[in-house]
């Protein structure tokens, strides 16, 4: 079996036996590391690229979530930087993401462009039910977050956190869409945990600098790197106790 984490600034990687692999697809190549362990092959994708080159609006998500595919993955991990639009979620906090309002703008957002007939995916159960179980089994954290995505790569006005407030949304970034949405037209399980960075616009007087937010994720990343590795290496994921395969409506 094959797995991934995900991650934004940089990929945490456990050490040992560890290969450096490009892959070729039909959107680029994508740059991750493999970890084995167990008989398991992890793989650590850098979301951004190896540099860290590409913003939230030009992530190559297509290529991403591709390359997973074609690698073989099953089960992905995510991991997402956040701001708090409420005060009870704040800094430093782990969220688990369950549904998402969806205001992106410009990104490529399919691999279903019609070339293979009309395809519409479910979105009713957007983050993969058995692969938040099992992290609500192993860690306690919120699990009916809900996530706004925006366009980036500036942050959000006041009028605009409000607003993402009022509808109902918990925690605002800017690269979980299309992300989550691709992972499923690829049949993937998918899971996301939010990082909670700072505090939306308007909330507070102070804005949290650029040095701050990376510091807190950094702080995270390592602690929900193990989370994740110690989930796959149980060895107990399965595909058939989700939604995760039966997703794609063709009409
Ligand atoms: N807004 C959008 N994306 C973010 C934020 C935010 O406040 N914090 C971390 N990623």
């Not at 036996?17 to 084995?36: A, H, Q, R, W």
């Not at 179980?133 to 699990?143: A, E, F, S, V």
Request: hydrophobic share 40%; with cysteine; glycine share 8%.
């Amino acid at each position: 079996m094959k797995y991934a984490i995900i991650g934004g600034t940089g990929v945490y990687s456990l050490g040992g036996n560890v290969k450096e692999v490009s892959l070729e697809t039909p959107y680029g190549i994508i740059d991750f590391s493999i970890m084995e362990k167990d008989d398991k092959e992890i793989i650590f994708l850098p979301r951004h690229g190896k540099d860290h080159s590409r913003p939230p609006h030009l992530v190559n998500y297509l290529g991403n979530m591709w390359a997973l595919k074609e690698y073989g993955v099953e089960f992905v991990f995510s991991t997402v930087a956040v701001g708090s639009t409420r005060s009870d979620i704040v800094p430093g906090d782990l969220v688990l993401l369950r549904d998402f309002l969806d205001f992106t703008k410009s990104r490529p957002m399919t691999f279903y462009d019609g070339s293979s007939g009309v395809v519409h995916v479910s979105m009713k159960e957007p983050y993969c039910s058995m692969l938040c179980d099992k992290i609500l089994k192993t860690i306690n954290l919120r699990d009916d977050t809900i996530y706004v995505c925006t366009e980036g790569p500036r942050f959000e006005t006041a009028a605009e956190i409000s607003f993402y407030r009022q509808i109902g949304g918990d925690v605002v970034g800017m690269t979980n869409v299309p992300e989550v949405v691709l992972a499923k037209e690829l049949s993937m399980c998918y899971c996301a945990v939010g990082v909670v960075t700072n505090m939306c616009t308007g909330l507070v007087n102070v804005e949290a600098t650029g040095s701050e937010i990376i510091a807190i994720v950094k702080d995270r990343k390592e602690e929900l790197t193990n989370l994740f590795v110690d989930i796959i290496l149980k060895g107990d994921l399965v595909t058939d106790a989700c939604s995760c395969r039966s997703s794609l409506i063709r009409v």
